[in-house]
T-cell receptor, first 117, second 107 residues
Framework: DTGVSQNPRHKITKRGQNVTFRCDPISEHNRLYWYRQTLGQGPEFLTYFQNEAQLEKSRLLSDRFSAERPKGSFSTLEIQRTEQGDSAMYLC????????WGTGELFFGEGSRLTVL | KNEVEQSPQNLTAQEGEFITINCSYSVGISALHWLQQHPGGGIVSLFMLSSGKKKHGRLIATINIQEKHSSLHITASHPRDSAVYICAVYNTDKLIFGTGTRLQVFP
């Protein structure tokens, strides 16, 4: 399977615990995005990377959230001291951006669903 | 007010009906995506367009940049088309999503 892969698919944790999600994008894609989606809502932008550089972070991304893409390939999203309000689907997407024609089509992973008890 | 608005929020149809979902946006964009999300979360890109019209099978997407409006049409709808359809626009390299249109097609 050469699509975007996310794991774990589902994580249940107790309030106050730390969780980490991983995203493996399509191999040649230089752009990687993280989104969060709560029930009945469209996805909300969290952050994105161009290769290993984190180019933008949303105001939604509090100090408890950190994302990395150390080698410009896979990315991790860590949430420290989880709160019940963090319960959501965390979506990763990747795309290929070329200076000559901008950002290409976006490919999404299946998402990682977080439930904080 | 959301930067990307979709209508209707919910839509039910009988199999075979022609369906239209609308998307209006208030920001400058470089491109617009129509996405399909099935229960369980997976999102699939249906179209990415920046002008005119695209067609893929029974799906047609149009965009009017001047009016900041796009439509997604489904001809001869089928129960397997039941999903949430999301409009998303590229604004300064990130996607801004609408809240989606939940479509149910009954046999």
């Amino acid at each position: 399977d050469t699509g975007v892969s996310q794991n774990p698919r589902h994580k249940i944790t107790k309030r106050g615990q730390n969780v980490t999600f991983r995203c493996d994008p399509i191999s040649e894609h230089n752009r990687l995005y993280w989104y969060r989606q709560t029930l009945g809502q469209g996805p909300e932008f969290l952050t994105y990377f161009q290769n290993e550089a984190q180019l933008e972070k949303s105001r939604l991304l509090s100090d408890r959230f950190s994302a990395e893409r150390p080698k410009g390939s896979f990315s991790t999203l860590e949430i420290q001291r989880t709160e019940q309000g963090d319960s959501a689907m965390y979506l990763c997407a990747s795309s290929l951006r070329r200076a000559s024609w901008g950002t290409g089509e976006l490919f999404f992973g299946e998402g990682s669903r977080l439930t904080v008890l | 007010k959301n930067e990307v608005e979709q209508s209707p929020q919910n839509l039910t149809a009988q199999e075979g009906e022609f369906i239209t979902i609308n998307c209006s946006y208030s920001v400058g964009i470089s491109a617009l995506h129509w996405l399909q999300q099935h229960p369980g979360g997976g999102i699939v890109s249906l179209f990415m367009l920046s002008s005119g019209k695209k067609k893929h099978g029974r799906l047609i997407a149009t965009i009017n940049i001047q009016e900041k409006h796009s439509s997604l049409h489904i001809t001869a709808s089928h129960p397997r088309d039941s999903a949430v359809y999301i409009c998303a626009v590229y604004n300064t390299d990130k996607l801004i999503f609408g809240t989606g249109t939940r479509l149910q097609v009954f046999p």
